[in-house]
Structure formats: C-alpha cells, structure tokens
C-alpha cells in the first residue's frame, strides 16, 4: 500500500517542482550554463592552442589589474558617498577628468621644462596635489550646490540631479579646454620597466597598484578606526539617530566627498600617466565601470570596492584571450566590455549584495 | 542619365508651374535658399568636420554667396561622427522644409543612417569624406539614392595601401584593427583582401572600440603574431591610444604601424604626442599637382576667410560638393508668375547625379551609383609632435609617390 502511495506522492511532487519552474528561472540557468560552457570550454581551448607564453599571461594581468586599480580608487568615491547619502554619484568619474585636466596643464609645464625628466617622483606629486584640490573642490562645490538641497528628498531628484551636475562638469570642461583629446607627457624613466621573477612589469603600473593599495588601506583605517569613521558609519547607518547622539551630519558629508575627492584627484592623474590621453568626456567610461565594480564588491563596502575594481579590470584584460581565443572568437578584444558586465550580472545573480555584500545590509536585516 | 529610383515617401507635385515626381521647393522671393549641412564639428575628430564645412563655406563665397538671386543661408548640424549623431542630425535637418540639398559628412559611420533619412524625405545628399564602399556599391539599398559623394570610395583606398604595405613597405603579413565603424571595417576588409591577393598573409582582424583607453592586451595579442604591419584606419582617441602604447609591448619594436585619412589632422598630433614622428598615414593625394588647377587659389581663400591653412585635407572635396549643389540648384531653378524660386526635388537630385566639371580636387564626373571623385594615392609621415606644425605636405610629409 504505501509502496504504490510513494510513487504517488513523488510524482505530485515532481509536478510541483516543475509548476513552480518559471520563464525566468529557465532563462537564468540557461545563462550560467552557457557562461560556463563559455568559460570553460574557452580556457580549456586556449590553453591547448599555446598562442601565449607566460610572459605574455603575466602582462595581460599586471594590465588587467592596473585599469583595476583605478576602477577600484574611483569606486572607493562612488561607494563612500553611497554609504553614507544613499545616493549614486554620476558626477564622480567627472570629478575624476576634473582632476586629470588639472594635472594636466602641471605635468605639461613640468614636462616643458625639463623637470619632469629630472624629478619624476617630485613632479608626479606635484601634478597629483594640484589634482586632488581641484577634485576635492569641485566634489565639495557639487555636493553644496547639487546634493545638499536633495538630501531630505525622496524618489528620482537626487540621481537626476547627480546625472545633471556630470553633464554639466564635462560641457564646463569642454567649453573651457575644447574637446580635442589633449596628451599626458611620457615619463622619462631611466629604465621604464622592473624585473620581476623574470619577468618585466612597467614601473607606471606598480605604481598605479600600490597607490590603490594604500588609498584603500587608508580609507580603511579610517572608516574604521578613527572618531570620524564612527561617525561616518553612524550616519551611514541611521542619520536621524547619528544627529540625536550629537554627531554633525553635514561635517560627516562634508568629510565624505571630501575622501571621494582626493580619491578621485589621485585616480585621474594616475589614470592619464597610465593612459596618456585627457578629454572632456574621459571620466564616463571608467565612472560606469568603477560604478560597476563597487556594485561587484558590494556597494557601500570599502574592500569591495577594491576587490571589485580588480576583478572587472582583470576579466577585462585576461578574458577576451582566456576565453574567447579557444572558441574560435575573431576579434575578441571588442568583446571585453560584454565579459565584464557579464561577470557583473552572474555575481549578482548568485550575490544580489555583491561579492563582500553592503556593508550594512546584514546589521540592517 | 536619370535612373529609376524608389520613391521617397513623398507624392508627386506640381507648384508655380514646376512638377517634380518627389515634391517641389518653393523660396519666396528675396527670401534665402537653405542648405544644409553635418560634420562633426565636436570632440576628438573636429577637424575633419570643420575642414569639409570651411570648403563649402568658400565656395559660397565663391559664388558670391548667392544662388538663382538668392542668398544662401547653410544650416550645419553637429553628427558627432557617429550613427547616433548622424541620426540626429539627419533628422533635424529632413524635418526643416526649406532644406533644398544637403552637403556632409565627413564620416561613414553617420552617413550610413543620415542619408537614407534625408533621402526618405526627398533631400539629396553630397558627402565629402565618407568613403566607405557600401554607400555607393552598386547593390545599395534603394534609401541610398539620393546619395552622391567628392570622396573617392574606399575600394581603391584599401587597394592602394595594401599595394604600398607589400610593393613598398616589403611587409609580408600584416594585422589590421577596425573600431567597428562601417569606414575603418569595409577599408581593413578592402586592404586585407588586396594585400592576401598580392601574396601578403593576413594574420588576423582586431576590433577596439573608439573609446577604449587600455590597449595594451589588445596589443599584446597582436605581439604574439609578430606582424611586419599593424594597418589602422580608425579614428584620433583611439589610434593615438594605439600608437602610444605599441611603444611600451614587447614584441612590437619591428613592427610599423599605418594609419587612415581620420587621422589627417591636429588633434592627432595632440593626442598621440612625441610617439606620432614617423607615424605613416595612408590618405588621398592632396599635393596641389594631384588636385585640381584651382586648388592653389582655393587654399588661399581658405586662409584669407579663416586666418590658418587647412587643418585637415578634404575642404577640396567639400569645395566640390558645394558646387555640385550650387550648379545643381541654378540648373533646375524655375521662377514662377509669383516671383519665387521653384526647385524640383527629383530634378535637382538628377542634376548633381549628371555633375561634370574640372573640381579643386580634381575631375569631377558622378557616376549612376553617386561616385564623383578621381583617386590618388598617397603616403604621409608625421614629422614633428608640435601639433602647431601642422600642415599637409610638411607634417606630415608626403613620402609616397
């Protein structure tokens, strides 16, 4: 009796589970299958065709985590202030360009006259300081002009007006200095690059790193160590209580687009030794991305944000030859934008909160 | 010889005693004739735009600014040298009923969506510099009709550069990169294809996007194939980009890279600073012995209106164009009992189509499919990375033929 009753039941059960299957539910497996058939398929392929030696894989990702580093350093901004306002900055890869431009017009006179050939690490400082005030000033002005009166607001206004003050920095900038793409001098380094195990990294790069590194080991010890960062947690935790305990909400936003500033002005000029180019428009691409990353880290999270600029710009510079050489894909370098926003969607598929989750989502749950 | 064309969506008419099958422009009288016009005359590829405008603009001064009696009054429209612009631009310009004919672009990346735009409203269109085969293939889509271009097709562009990079050069394998815009894809695709019929080995087809900045993977894979030639015809951000960084990959210290005529500009040598010296660009003949006898005194207009020498090399083949649309629109002018000027749609499109004459850029005779231009190949080489150097023939330098 109870062996035909089983059956019975496993079958309900089986229908319920297929009841219960949607559109979507289908449509998602289907992209982890077909990411991972990807993934893997590709890399396996990749690797048996043997077009890249070590030294080559050992370039794509010093790359891969050079562009990340400055993903990360202008995430760290956008997470920052998402903390603590709950707003997204759009203006925050402008900022950056703000701070380049301004760098910009340094390291050319420096470069003019022979100073920064002969003190590159006094000259790159230099260029950096002037970059992170004008960044830190701008951020501050758009947070007066643009923000503080949203604050209180509810609903669309803040991110309207956050998306109004980018375009209005890059139309500023552009009217000011044209639009031509304008070149960063090179630097003249005796040797421009570094062995390491064998192998050559551009000292450009290393320095581009290890300025992510400490600007997030610094944030860090702040955020989480100082009578500021308490309070930054506490307001980012609940404004209303955080004024009640005496805490100055307005120095604390203050203090936080301050930190995104700096972060901002010191991600631009490393951006354009790196990259070379500044133009009005420049701060877009790598806004999106660092936007992007911080949301891959967990927004709101400072490791995140590190962790998840790196991330992005590692997939973007190993992936399109780590996967899409074995497959037979021509021309894949087009396709990195595709691999990184990619990556973006699995991990929140799988991590809605992102790779370290919000920082405050677990407490606040 | 006029040529059955599928109709714009606008009906036949008959107004001040002018019928046209497409519709009919009436400019009252003393009241301007309107032409339009879109470059792109922002960002990083300015030049080209403003050059091909500046062309036009002499030409009407030229004419005395004035056609059939009528003042001229040239509407210009910013196409961003992209489809979206080039859409826009299109758009606004279709929608503005005094538009009699419309001169640009400069780039085939906006010329691809605009014209058929243009065409669907009856407007005819004269490129300057957007060359890329398909607008004037023979198999055209029937929206491309209305479009005639003073810029040689890149068909023979990317013939005589693969025959410069094997013939002259010596390379015997070559990469090409393409930005996905219909220009740098169909020339790379030209270029590829003659250079593996002379013997040459194409070893692969990279794609960048105009806006990336890191191309040192995309480099980087290019290094792995060890190229005698990387051939680049895509625009200033990101060729300097290129340029740039092939400097830092190893891999690439034997490997010459060549660029397209979107690079025939200041703003390139601003972009890619010091690495531009011996950069080689492959560009129309612009040397006053290949362009038109007229050409020398053009250029001096050219100076005299704008205060410096050309700053990029198509104001000669926009020049054209304004004279095909300026002869097109007095050939088929009518006045009316009224006193106001009647111009035929379908008639002014078959008068630039039927354009025959000794241009400033050389020999102008449009044929069914809308090409107007005589080519002349050529090879430059940037001298200098003082972008106040500029000038066609010094820096760069021609260096071939």
């Given at each position: 009796?109870?062996?035909?009753?089983?059956?019975?039941?496993?079958?309900?059960?089986?229908?319920?589970?297929?009841?219960?299957?949607?559109?979507?539910?289908?449509?998602?497996?289907?992209?982890?299958?077909?990411?991972?058939?990807?993934?893997?398929?590709?890399?396996?392929?990749?690797?048996?065709?043997?077009?890249?030696?070590?030294?080559?894989?050992?370039?794509?990702?010093?790359?891969?985590?050079?562009?990340?580093?400055?993903?990360?350093?202008?995430?760290?901004?956008?997470?920052?202030?998402?903390?603590?306002?709950?707003?997204?900055?759009?203006?925050?890869?402008?900022?950056?360009?703000?701070?380049?431009?301004?760098?910009?017009?340094?390291?050319?006179?420096?470069?003019?006259?022979?100073?920064?050939?002969?003190?590159?690490?006094?000259?790159?400082?230099?260029?950096?300081?002037?970059?992170?005030?004008?960044?830190?000033?701008?951020?501050?002005?758009?947070?007066?002009?643009?923000?503080?009166?949203?604050?209180?607001?509810?609903?669309?206004?803040?991110?309207?007006?956050?998306?109004?003050?980018?375009?209005?920095?890059?139309?500023?900038?552009?009217?000011?200095?044209?639009?031509?793409?304008?070149?960063?001098?090179?630097?003249?380094?005796?040797?421009?690059?570094?062995?390491?195990?064998?192998?050559?990294?551009?000292?450009?790069?290393?320095?581009?790193?290890?300025?992510?590194?400490?600007?997030?080991?610094?944030?860090?010890?702040?955020?989480?160590?100082?009578?500021?960062?308490?309070?930054?947690?506490?307001?980012?935790?609940?404004?209303?209580?955080?004024?009640?305990?005496?805490?100055?909400?307005?120095?604390?936003?203050?203090?936080?687009?301050?930190?995104?500033?700096?972060?901002?002005?010191?991600?631009?000029?490393?951006?354009?030794?790196?990259?070379?180019?500044?133009?009005?428009?420049?701060?877009?691409?790598?806004?999106?991305?660092?936007?992007?990353?911080?949301?891959?880290?967990?927004?709101?999270?400072?490791?995140?944000?590190?962790?998840?600029?790196?991330?992005?710009?590692?997939?973007?510079?190993?992936?399109?030859?780590?996967?899409?050489?074995?497959?037979?894909?021509?021309?894949?370098?087009?396709?990195?934008?595709?691999?990184?926003?990619?990556?973006?969607?699995?991990?929140?598929?799988?991590?809605?909160?992102?790779?370290?989750?919000?920082?405050?989502?677990?407490?606040?749950? | 010889m006029p040529i059955a064309l599928a109709a714009p969506s606008m009906a036949a008419q008959?107004?001040?005693?002018?019928t046209d099958e497409i519709g009919v422009i009436?400019?009252?009288?003393?009241?301007?004739?309107t032409i339009g016009g879109y470059w792109v005359i922002?960002?990083?590829d300015?030049?080209l735009g403003?050059?091909s405008m500046?062309?036009a603009?002499?030409?009407?001064?030229?004419?005395?600014?004035?056609?059939?009696?009528?003042?001229?009054?040239f509407v210009v429209e910013d196409d961003q040298c992209n489809a979206e612009g080039g859409q826009t631009a299109a758009t606004k310009l279709a929608s503005n009923p005094a538009i009699v004919i419309v001169l640009g672009p400069a780039c085939s990346s906006a010329a691809t969506p605009a014209a058929p735009i243009l065409w669907q409203a009856g407007i005819a269109d004269i490129g300057t510099a957007s060359s890329a085969p398909s607008l004037t293939a023979p198999d055209r889509k029937p929206g491309y009709d209305g479009f005639l271009r003073t810029i040689p097709s890149d068909l023979g562009q990317g013939?005589?550069?693969?025959?410069?990079?094997?013939?002259?050069?010596?390379?015997?394998?070559?990469?090409?990169?393409h930005d996905g815009s219909p220009y740098a894809q169909q020339l790379a695709a030209v270029?590829?294809?003659?250079?593996?019929?002379?013997?040459?080995?194409?070893?692969?087809?990279?794609?960048?996007?105009p806006?990336?900045?890191?191309?040192?993977?995309?480099?980087?894979?290019?290094?792995?194939?060890?190229?005698?030639?990387?051939?680049?015809?895509?625009f200033?951000?990101?060729?300097?980009?290129?340029?740039?960084?092939?400097?830092?990959?190893?891999?690439?210290?034997?490997?010459?890279?060549?660029?397209?005529?979107s690079?025939?500009?200041?703003?390139?040598?601003?972009?890619?600073?010091?690495?531009?010296?011996?950069?080689?660009?492959?560009?129309?003949?612009?040397?006053?012995?290949?362009?038109?006898?007229?050409?020398?005194?053009?250029?001096?207009?050219?100076?005299?209106?704008?205060?410096?020498?050309?700053?990029?090399?198509y104001?000669?083949n926009a020049?054209d164009a304004a004279?095909i649309a300026?002869n097109a629109i007095?050939k088929v002018?009518?006045?009316?009992?009224?006193?106001?000027?009647?111009i035929g749609k379908k008639a002014l499109r078959d008068a630039a189509f039927a354009s025959?004459?000794?241009?400033?850029?050389?020999?102008i005779a449009c044929g069914e499919h809308g090409d107007c231009a005589?080519?002349?190949?050529?090879?430059?080489?940037?001298?200098?990375?003082?972008?106040?150097?500029?000038?066609?023939?010094?820096?760069?330098?021609?260096?071939?033929?």
């Open positions: 009796m109870s062996g035909a009753v089983l059956p019975a039941r496993q079958s309900m059960t089986l229908r319920q589970i297929l009841h219960r299957i949607t559109f979507v539910d289908v449509a998602l497996w289907s992209l982890r299958i077909l990411v991972l058939v990807v993934v893997i398929g590709g890399t396996i392929g990749t690797l048996i065709k043997s077009r890249y030696g070590s030294a080559q894989w050992v370039d794509f990702i010093v790359f891969g985590v050079t562009i990340g580093s400055i993903y990360a350093q202008v995430a760290l901004g956008y997470t920052m202030v998402y903390g603590v306002l709950r707003l997204i900055n759009f203006a925050h890869g402008d900022i950056m360009m703000t701070g380049a431009f301004a760098g910009y017009f340094v390291a050319t006179g420096y470069d003019r006259s022979g100073f920064l050939a002969s003190n590159p690490v006094t000259a790159i400082l230099i260029t950096m300081l002037v970059s992170v005030i004008v960044s830190t000033s701008i951020a501050l002005i758009v947070e007066r002009i643009a923000y503080r009166p949203f604050r209180h607001v509810r609903g669309f206004a803040p991110l309207i007006s956050a998306i109004g003050a980018s375009f209005f920095l890059e139309q500023t900038f552009r009217g000011l200095f044209g639009s031509s793409v304008k070149s960063y001098p090179d630097l003249h380094w005796v040797n421009p690059n570094l062995n390491v195990l064998g192998y050559n990294i551009p000292k450009m790069d290393l320095v581009v790193i290890g300025a992510a590194i400490v600007s997030m080991a610094v944030l860090y010890v702040v955020v989480n160590h100082t009578k500021m960062g308490t309070a930054i947690r506490a307001v980012s935790e609940d404004k209303e209580a955080a004024a009640l305990m005496g805490i100055d909400v307005n120095k604390v936003v203050i203090f936080t687009f301050t930190l995104g500033g700096v972060m901002a002005g010191i991600a631009g000029v490393l951006y354009a030794f790196v990259f070379k180019q500044v133009y009005f428009y420049m701060g877009f691409t790598p806004g999106v991305k660092a936007f992007g990353a911080a949301v891959l880290g967990g927004i709101g999270n400072v490791p995140g944000a590190m962790v998840g600029g790196i991330c992005l710009g590692l997939f973007e510079s190993v992936g399109p030859s780590l996967f899409f050489d074995g497959i037979g894909i021509t021309a894949p370098y087009q396709l990195r934008d595709l691999i990184a926003f990619t990556l973006l969607i699995m991990v929140l598929i799988f991590r809605p909160n992102g790779l370290f989750g919000e920082r405050l989502a677990k407490e606040r749950a | 008959t107004l001040g005693g002018v009436r400019v009252p009288k003393g009241a301007p004739i922002s960002g990083p300015t030049a403003t050059d500046r062309g603009k002499v030409a009407f001064a030229d004419h005395g600014n004035k056609i059939a009696g009528h003042p001229i009054n013939k005589a550069d693969a025959n410069w990079l094997y013939n002259k050069l010596g390379a015997r394998s070559v990469v090409a990169v270029m590829a294809k003659n250079f593996q019929e002379l013997g040459g080995k194409v070893l692969s087809t990279e794609a960048v996007a806006t990336d900045v890191d191309m040192h993977p995309v480099l980087t894979r290019i290094a792995t194939e060890k190229p005698d030639a990387v051939y680049m015809p895509i200033v951000a990101a060729a300097a980009q290129m340029l740039r960084q092939s400097k830092e990959v190893p891999g690439l210290e034997k490997t010459t890279f060549i660029g397209g005529g690079l025939m500009a200041p703003e390139f040598i601003q972009a890619a600073g010091p690495s531009i010296v011996g950069f080689r660009i492959a560009y129309p003949d612009v040397s006053p012995s290949a362009m038109g006898k007229t050409y020398p005194k053009m250029v001096e207009e050219y100076k005299k209106m704008f205060g410096e020498a050309p700053i990029s090399g104001h000669g020049y004279v300026i007095e002018a009518k006045t009316g009992p009224d006193g106001a000027t009647y025959k004459f000794d241009g400033v850029s050389g020999p005589t080519f002349h190949p050529a090879v430059y080489e940037f001298t200098s990375s003082d972008p106040s150097t500029f000038k066609i023939g010094t820096n760069p330098k021609q260096i071939y033929p």
